[in-house]
């Protein structure tokens, strides 16, 4: 009897995101879009929360998410912010971002010239889940890489190797092609794990992945809704003050900062789409009970006022 034949589109899921893009002449080109590749599970991958940093010119705006990202940078330098710590970064570096850290690219001008790639995953799907006394799986999806891997660095070479792969695997589309690319993330974890690349264990660390989910998934379910810290303290299962110490270590603000940061993004992408929908709807539907307080908070984060930032969007229509 033969063996049924596996096709490429039954690893069409897996979710891995790989894109390029170049800028030059003060405009961004897309070498290879995100939707081309993987199809990303959306709460694995890309989760935004603020425009928190505003000097130099702004190529990936402050955020972060719930999968691991690495950046090759292939031209010119970037400042990279992560958790609030810049790193320079040049030709050569390959720059990792872990799950929940906070992270932005920027650039010294608007007319240099940069170039980057991107892979994004998630490590609690690349691996199965952790069975009986088998906690292999287990200690790689929690690993928690360095940062900054300067291209002095001996892994440094290899990495973007494995990187440059992926990238070609995605554009040849061999028989195999996807499969390819989930062992070249084995092997990239396997350098990691050879080169001593990796953070020590810490306790905001232990606790992130899965406090962190329950934190996001409480917003999202409540975003209509007051939500006071002493609530989602319950939700988790903390006191106030432990929840308010630990959230503080892992988001590096406090929840109400964060919390109106989420919220005031969520309005802005809300207009973004050309809702048309007053002041005090687009207020209260991101849980904003004083109409005063999200004016603000809003100008706070986007720089102008929401009656402005509305007229901007209705003129451009």
């Not at 799907?125 to 928690?144: A, K, Q, S, T, V």
Request: proline share 4%.
């Amino acid at each position: 009897m033969s063996s049924p034949k596996m096709s490429d589109g039954q690893f069409s899921i897996l979710p891995v995101c790989i894109f390029k893009d170049d800028f030059e002449n003060g405009e961004r080109v897309h070498k290879m879009k995100l939707n081309d590749v993987f199809r990303p599970i959306p709460r694995a991958v890309a989760r935004s929360v603020c425009n928190a940093m505003q000097a130099e010119y702004t190529f990936t705006p402050y955020h972060y998410h719930e999968g691991i990202e690495i950046l090759r940078i292939n031209r010119g330098c970037a400042t990279v912010v992560i958790n609030s710590a810049p790193i320079k970064a040049f030709e050569g570096d390959v720059i990792i971002v872990n799950s929940f850290e906070l992270h932005g690219l920027y650039l010294a001008s608007a007319d240099v010239s940069f170039s980057r790639t991107c892979v994004m995953f998630h490590p609690y799907f690349l691996f199965p889940m952790e069975g009986g006394d088998n906690h292999f799986f287990e200690n790689l999806r929690d690993i928690r890489f360095e940062n900054h891997i300067s291209a002095s660095h001996p892994a440094a070479a290899e990495l973007c190797r494995a990187i440059d792969d992926m990238v070609e695997l995605y554009r040849a589309q061999p028989n195999g092609w996807s499969v390819s690319v989930y062992a070249t993330l084995i092997r990239f974890y396997a350098l990691i794990a050879q080169y001593a690349l990796y953070k020590e264990e810490s306790e905001a660390s232990s606790y992130m992945f899965g406090f962190m989910q329950r934190v996001s998934d409480y917003i999202d379910k409540n975003l209509e809704e007051p939500i006071s810290t002493a609530d989602i303290a319950t939700y988790c299962q903390y006191s106030t003050e432990h929840f308010c110490r630990l959230f503080k270590k892992c988001f590096n603000q406090t929840f109400k900062e964060y919390l109106n940061a989420f919220r005031v993004q969520k309005a802005k992408a809300f207009i973004d789409l050309g809702n048309d929908a007053t002041l005090a709807a687009v207020s209260s539907k991101f849980g904003f009970t004083n109409q005063n307080h999200f004016s603000r908070m809003f100008k706070k984060h986007i720089g102008v006022l929401p009656s402005e930032y509305m007229n901007q969007k209705k003129e451009m229509k």
